[in-house]
């Protein structure tokens, strides 16, 4: 595993999150979607960094665990916080917390090293790893183009369009890609 810093990632988009303890069901089943999603994300230029406060040595005997009940292989570092230095910095521990388990926090940061979303799950949710393969690929999109996603957006829907801002403009365009001058769907 080794050590990592978010600097190795500088270039490329990462979803840095943590998970509240290892060996626990909710934790473990994400891990399986995160793995089973890895290649989902590397495609959009995406790394994955996972976190808990939990030891080196338990992070590897579980992922080991998952590897032999699960058939999975964890493709991606997990960074080991026992200190919980770096769940305090990032406010990855639930209000008043003075256990050793963080919240299931997930941060999109962009190649640039800015943070674009977080995420904050309860300990008993688990979080949704479709909706944070949409959520990149949502801010690649609007990075890509002066552009907003709508609701339920997915590569290849439609886009909003910025509003007219005039009314020349409004009068030139009426009806012409969308429901009025201030929602237009297009595409990218």
């Known amino acids: 595993m080794g050590e990592r810093d978010l600097a190795c990632y500088a270039g490329r988009w990462l979803v840095f999150f943590s998970h509240p303890a290892d060996f626990t069901p909710v934790c473990t089943s994400e891990f399986v979607a995160f793995a089973k999603a890895f290649d989902r994300f590397q495609a959009l230029d995406c790394d994955l960094l996972g976190l808990s406060v939990d030891s080196l040595f338990s992070h590897l005997a579980w992922i080991q665990s998952i590897a032999h009940r699960f058939k999975v292989k964890i493709p991606f570092p997990l960074v080991e916080d026992p200190s919980m230095a770096i769940a305090r910095a990032y406010g ?90 201030y929602y237009r769907l297009g595409s990218l």
């Open 92 to 181: 990855m521990l639930p209000p008043g917390a003075d256990s050793s388990a963080t919240v299931r926090t997930t941060f999109v940061i962009d190649p640039a090293g800015i943070v674009r979303a977080s995420i904050t799950y309860p300990m008993s949710v688990g979080r949704n790893v479709d909706e944070i393969l949409r959520l990149v690929a949502a801010l690649q999109a609007t990075d890509s183009a002066e552009v907003s996603t709508p609701e339920g957006w997915r590569p290849g829907d439609p886009v909003i369009l910025a509003p007219l801002l005039s009314v020349d403009a409004i009068e030139q365009r009426a009806g012409e890609d969308g429901a009025d001058w």
